[in-house]
């Protein structure tokens, strides 16, 4: 995400929920799964005012259990991403995108959600090339 923020005119928005998941790998996936089993919209700790001055999201997330964490969701159901284009970005450990790209496509039907990147995650600080080659294929 540094590099992303580098570009001109690009703005950065964390989605963090309130409450926190475990800096412990095991105990965070077990938590992440539990979320995801019971569906859950966890609060975040702040949402922008709004996204109408934007055009085009770049949308970065874990791929956890297949799909975005729940406060991903969370985000996409509180705003209208009609006329958006959305650029999935995922880091992964071997399940790439997972199904979170028709994830978003449900959750934003009037936005044109683009194919996606999966990076691995232990490969995110050498994939500096691929993020720049995926956004200019997108016109970025």
Not at 67 to 91: A, G
């Amino acid at each position: 995400m540094k590099m992303i923020a580098q570009l001109p005119g690009v703005k950065l928005f964390k989605i963090d929920a309130v409450k926190k998941y475990s800096s412990d790998y095991t105990v965070c996936t077990k938590e992440a799964q539990k979320e995801f089993r019971a569906h859950a919209r966890p609060e975040l700790t702040k949402y922008p005012d709004s996204i109408d001055e934007y055009d085009t999201m770049i949308l970065g997330y874990p791929n956890y259990w297949g799909t975005m964490p729940m406060p991903v969701f969370t985000f996409l159901e509180k705003f209208d991403f009609s006329n958006k284009t959305v650029l999935p970005l995922c880091t992964h450990e071997g399940s790439g995108m997972g199904h979170s790209e028709n994830d978003i496509k449900e959750l934003c039907p009037k936005a044109d959600v683009r194919k996606g990147l999966a990076i691995y995650g232990s490969a995110v600080n050498h994939a500096g090339s691929d993020i720049k080659r995926w956004l200019e294929n997108q016109g970025v």
